[in-house]
């Protein structure tokens, strides 16, 4: 009965590299968000995804940003040429139906990127 | 504008002593209110969803309560297993966005 699970649960980058980042979602669960914690403030929500669609990216920013979640496959969230101010933890969550129905999500672990 | 403010940032308790922790909200209609607990190092666990004032949910020592402004998790008789951060959420009617507060840090002492 596996939870949300992402991977590399830490991810080292120089800047101006690329990071990509994985989220595989509780099995059934169709629905993926994806979220930014920098230390000490609250989760910051970014993108929400079903399978082969962005939902609704209005907190992803605009620019070396980008998240995908395919017919198969995990989710993937793809920062491009990464800066210091990327450094974070960015954790997935998942639902089985419309988030609209106000229905929980569930976290997986998280992955911690540190960009030097 | 959302908005999501939990208080106090930290607690810090005695094994046994019962509190409160308080999730303040502004939301232009709610569709509802979660309760999470996150320890180090780990994503948020799953407590609680509340979505009408005057709700209320209970599990183990923790009860949630919910006011057309205000949520209140409390704790009774904790112990040091029960210290985590516990974050609050809200989702507004209008949109699939949860809305975060930046929690309240407890801590339990033996």
């Known amino acids: 009965n596996a939870g949300v699970m992402q991977n590399p649960r830490h991810l080292v980058r120089r800047r101006g590299q690329e990071a990509r980042l994985r989220c595989s979602p509780v099995?059934?669960?169709?629905?993926v968000y994806w979220y930014r914690q920098l230390p000490e403030e609250g989760l910051k929500f970014m993108v929400y995804l079903q399978k082969e669609n962005i939902i609704d990216e209005s907190g992803m920013p605009k620019e070396r940003f980008s998240a995908e979640f395919p017919k198969e496959g995990p989710s993937i969230l793809r920062i491009q040429q990464v800066v210091r101010g990327d450094s974070a933890a960015y954790f997935c969550a998942s639902s089985p139906s419309l988030a609209g129905t106000g229905n929980e999500q569930f976290f997986g672990p998280g992955t911690r990127l540190t960009v030097l | 504008e959302d908005q999501v403010t939990q208080s106090p940032e930290a607690l810090r308790l005695q094994e046994g002593e019962s509190s409160s922790l308080n999730c303040s909200y502004t939301?232009?209609?709610?569709?509802?209110l979660f309760w999470y607990r996150q320890d180090p190092g780990k994503g948020p666990e799953f407590l609680f969803t509340l979505y009408s004032a005057g709700e209320e949910k209970e599990k183990e020592r923790l009860k949630a309560t919910l006011t057309k402004k205000e949520s209140f998790l409390h704790i009774t008789a904790p112990k040091p297993e029960d210290s985590a951060t516990y974050l609050c959420?809200?989702?507004?009617?209008?949109?699939?966005?949860?809305?975060w507060g930046a929690g309240t840090k407890l801590i339990i002492k033996p």
């Open positions: 099995k059934g669960h169709s629905h």
């Open positions: 939301v232009s209609g709610l569709r509802g």
């Open positions: 959420a809200v989702q507004a009617e209008s949109n699939y966005q949860l809305i």
